[in-house]
């Protein structure tokens, strides 16, 4: 079900206009990453620190290139 969640909303940035899909995922968040991954997101190579009251938080940023989605989106 998460995965057509996925699909629908990548299916949907692509026909509004978009090429590619990004995220800012947190370095330590391992199982925010993997279900990023299992969806196709990849790591573009940027990071950054982001202030978080007196914490710094590493965050990665994925990626997913987004593709003309099947016919059910096209009425």
């Not at 509004?16 to 997101?41: H, T």
Request: include cysteine; charged fraction near 30%; proline fraction near 5%.
């Amino acid at each position: 079900m998460v995965a057509l969640f996925v699909e629908d909303a990548l299916a949907i940035l692509y026909i509004s206009g978009f090429k590619i899909c990004k995220v800012w995922l947190p370095a330590r968040n391992r199982r925010a990453r993997e279900f990023f991954e299992a969806a196709g997101f990849t790591r573009d190579g940027t990071s950054r620190v982001v202030q978080c009251g007196e914490a710094p938080h590493l965050f990665y940023r994925y990626e997913h290139p987004l593709m003309r989605p099947d016919k059910k989106y096209y009425r």
